[in-house]
């Protein structure tokens, strides 16, 4: 028998952002050769991997801010950076978060306790795919609520807005309480360099309206025709790894060309008004 297909928060979002920029990364193998690594994505995921350990009952190694240290200093990765120095800046800003993040931790008296860290969980959709997604933490309140927390290493700041229009929040959500469908469940994003964090919780009436919805998103996205999309230019193409492979259709080069060129029309106006 086959393996049914699986979605994940990430796989869905970068089909909304551009079902081609999902095409090269998850269908077509051709599109691995062309990733480039990311600084964002090395500074992220080596503060998640140290607050792993950190909240992880089982890991007798890291329990301290000295020895959070010594494994962030012995798992930074630092792929991805333009130059030496701009590695170095964000090694000691890592340094400056997780120091806080763990000194803020030790002292916090609540009686909240972890639940279970970096757990991926699964909830079928029929016979058309399984929906997937990792949560970073979660966190169980006395009164039975289970909080999923969210590490954002790259915000400052973050509302309650933000949390309720976030995609994945939503999915980690709905997968939270399909596991656990008598408890309380609520997210949480923490923005890892200002320790600022919000929270928002879906009703049983929003977690029913998306699962109806991610069930047609998934039947699409898993229903497309690739032979017959063709790319099509978007703001975010200039920032894409996958560029050249869109570029080989003639009409994607055209349009983008034109689409830049109506940007820069808008930003000189703008900056005509300022003036």
Not at 27 to 34: F, I, T
Not at 93 to 113: M, P
Not at 221 to 234: D, Q, Y
Request: aromatic fraction near 10%; hydrophobic fraction near 35%; include cysteine.
């Amino acid at each position: 028998m086959p393996r049914k297909p699986t979605l994940s928060p990430t796989k869905i979002s970068n089909f909304l952002a551009c079902p081609h920029k999902y095409y090269w990364t998850y269908v077509d193998p051709k599109g691995r050769w062309y990733l480039r690594a990311k600084s964002y994505y090395s500074f992220g995921s080596t503060l998640h991997k140290v607050l792993q350990r950190f909240h992880d009952s089982s890991d007798n190694g890291v329990e301290s801010t000295h020895q959070a240290l010594a494994a962030y200093e012995d798992g930074w990765i630092d792929a991805g950076f333009s130059s030496h120095e701009e590695m170095q800046d964000a090694f000691g800003e890592g340094k400056q978060i997780l120091e806080r993040y763990v000194e803020e931790s030790l002292q916090d008296q609540q009686a909240n306790k972890v639940f279970m860290v970096e757990k991926q969980l699964r909830k079928a959709f029929g016979e058309d795919f399984d929906l997937v997604g990792r949560l970073d933490r979660v966190d169980e309140h006395p009164d039975g609520t289970l909080e999923i927390i969210d590490y954002k290493s790259g915000r400052q700041s973050v509302s309650e807005e933000d949390v309720a229009s976030d995609l994945a929040m939503s999915i980690y959500q709905l997968l939270l309480k399909d596991k656990f469908p008598d408890r309380p469940v609520k997210a949480t994003i923490l923005a890892l360099r200002s320790g600022i964090r919000a929270s928002h919780s879906l009703s049983e009436d929003e977690l029913a309206e998306l699962h109806e919805d991610l069930l047609q998103l998934g039947r699409m996205i898993l229903g497309s025709n690739w032979e017959e999309r063709r790319p099509s230019p978007k703001a975010l193409c200039q920032y894409c790894d996958f560029g050249p492979l869109c570029g080989k259709d003639s009409e994607f080069g055209a349009g983008l060309t034109a689409l830049m060129q109506s940007d820069l029309s808008v930003l000189q106006e703008s900056q005509g008004r300022l003036l």
